[in-house]
């Protein structure tokens, strides 16, 4: 099964928002509410940021929301700081046989 | 406080077969709902999910690599073993490990760099 795609790249000002989309199919993001979104600063360990779709984990800033409609869920990451400057992966459950499956990633720029 | 941290060869020849561990602390791999999953990442490219072992020890894999995975478990060391077979110059990534709670993976490592080369 196939990566779920995301944006190569997204990016905004300081301030802005903007919203990072993550299409799977009937077989992942479309039959589960299980979607979770991951920030990855290079070098570091990837930070989980939103699961279950749009929860956030104790800690995370209320400026990051997940949303999800069909077989697309969607990270909204309001008033851009310079600190989100990061890949972003989404990553859904996809059944008993492929079971978890991540997309190509999200480069985010703040200009 | 969970941490978890990835240990292993860092270049291994093709062929031969890697083996990776990842000590963990801060939780019980005997605590219903909790796994532990390996994930990697190639240079300049995404993360691919490779595998992962639950508390009841029922294990998952990557169906594109199932036949190359096997992951284990030491509950009274917290470790989690994963050995690829058969390594090739394209599985050079560095290799996360990460506790997966509810089908998110709420803790991760540092990760782990591995060269495959001759």
């Known amino acids: 099964q196939s990566a779920l795609t995301q944006p190569a790249s997204v990016s905004g000002s300081p301030g802005q928002s903007i919203t990072i989309s993550c299409t799977g199919s009937?077989?992942?993001?479309?039959?589960?509410?299980?979607v979770s979104w991951y920030q990855h600063h290079p070098g570091k360990a990837p930070k989980l940021i939103i699961f279950?779709?749009?929860q956030r984990p104790s800690g995370v800033s209320n400026r990051f929301s997940g949303s999800k409609s069909g077989n697309t869920a969607s990270l909204t990451i309001s008033g851009l700081q310079a600190e989100d400057e990061a890949d972003y992966y989404c990553c859904s459950y996809a059944g008993t046989s492929t079971y978890v499956i991540f997309g190509g990633g999200t480069k985010v720029t703040v200009l | 406080q969970i941490t978890l941290k990835e240990s292993g060869p860092t270049l291994v020849k093709p062929t031969q077969t890697l083996t990776l561990t990842c000590t963990f602390s801060?939780?019980?791999?005997?605590?219903?709902?909790?796994?532990v999953g390996w994930i990697r990442q190639p240079p300049g490219k995404a993360l691919e999910w490779l595998a992962l072992?639950?508390?009841?020890?029922?294990?998952r894999y990557s169906p594109s690599l199932k036949s190359r995975l096997t992951i284990t478990e030491d509950t009274s060391k917290n470790q989690v073993v994963l050995t690829m077979t058969n390594m090739d110059p394209v599985d050079t990534a560095t290799y996360f490990c990460?506790?997966?709670?509810?089908?998110?993976?709420?803790?991760w490592g540092q990760g782990t760099l591995v060269t495959v080369s001759s």
């Open positions: 801060g939780f019980s791999l005997s605590t219903s709902g909790v796994g």
């Open positions: 279950d779709v749009s």
């Open positions: 072992i639950y508390w009841d020890d029922d294990e």
């Open positions: 990460a506790r997966m709670y509810g089908y998110r993976y709420d803790y």
């Open positions: 009937g077989s992942d993001i479309g039959s589960y509410a299980l």
